[in-house]
């Protein structure tokens, strides 16, 4: 094993937090990892991670080396990715995490024809809502719809996405429509979980902003199942445009206070900061975002 191999599995130790987590992301057994970490510190002559039965951390030499290994690495990625760019075969693995409702209905077929171009590449796809740590669980990439707040993240927009406020016929004729935020304190609530806060956000008719907490009758991590549940008439729910944009064509959800707009949310792709971007990875990005640059048929104005 030579040097540069040895100086990757540091960084990998240091980003994935410690040995045993850095292992089970590379594939091999932990005592292989700290066989290149002993191997390295002794070709150096220094101390670079400070161990304990239960912790590590980096020593002062540590992370200095750390920090131009990093780049090291960076540069040396760059340099392989421009060799390759002459073939137009792609090979190695795309681990990818994305949201449930959105991977399944939308992703997928962007997937399976990026997959069927490129035969020689391996994808392994989560669907999941929650979001996963990247480095900790070792993807290479995640599509993320949130208001992006880890700066240990780069991002790259994909598309905004419009919510719509809505429920069914049913439940709007027993109960009445809501004609301003206020209105909706009188109504159930079907809330989505991983967004935080019970909050909602609305762009009034004339351009300014309100947001009201409302407690949630309903509370689900899974749009899908939200949408059902405002169907069946259990109350109100305020949900990306691609999970109802089909029950509002059949007329089974119904849109409400349409000239109040809540504010949009972002899909964006994301990946750490500290790895270069191989050509697999850029590309198949690109097809997302060129696959819904073009106005797809779930964000049509809808009224």
């Known amino acids: 094993m030579g040097q540069m191999e040895d100086m990757e599995t540091f960084v990998r130790i240091v980003e994935a937090g410690s040995i045993s987590r850095a292992a089970t992301q590379m594939g091999v057994v932990k005592s292989a990892v700290s066989r290149r970490l002993n191997d390295l510190e002794t070709r150096l002559g220094v101390q670079l991670l400070a161990r304990t039965t239960r912790t590590s951390s980096l ?12 780049n090291l690495l960076i540069e040396m990625a760059e340099i392989n990715a421009e060799a390759a760019q002459t073939s137009t075969s792609l090979t190695g693995t795309i681990k990818l995490s994305a949201p449930l409702s959105f991977g399944l209905s939308h992703l997928s077929p962007i997937i399976s024809d990026f997959a069927k171009s490129h035969p020689e590449l391996s994808i392994h796809m989560d669907f999941n809502d929650r979001q996963v740590d990247l480095v900790d669980e070792g993807y290479d990439l995640a599509i993320r719809i949130a208001n992006l707040k880890d700066s240990s993240l780069k991002a790259r927009k994909l598309i905004d996405i419009s919510l719509v406020l809505c429920a069914s016929p049913d439940y709007v004729h027993r109960h009445g429509a809501p004609l301003t935020p206020a209105d909706l304190k009188q109504h159930d609530i079907l809330h989505y979980a991983n967004t935080g806060p019970d909050s909602w956000q609305f762009t009034t008719p004339k351009g300014g902003k309100t947001s009201l907490t409302l407690p949630a009758k309903m509370r689900s991590n899974n749009g899908d199942f939200l949408c059902q549940a405002a169907i069946d008439g259990h109350g109100i729910i305020l949900s990306p445009s691609f999970i109802v944009w089909e029950a509002l064509r059949q ?3 119904v849109p409400l206070m349409c000239n109040y707009r809540p504010a949009p949310i972002t899909a964006y792709a994301v990946y750490p900061a500290t790895r270069h971007l191989p050509a697999r990875f850029r590309l198949l990005i690109d097809t997302v975002v060129a696959q819904l640059k073009a106005q797809p048929h779930w964000r049509a104005p809808i009224s």
């Not at 020593?59 to 990093?70: D, M, N």
């Open 251 to 253: 007329k089974k959800l």
């Open 59 to 70: 020593t002062e030499a540590g992370q200095r080396y750390f920090s131009r290994a990093q």
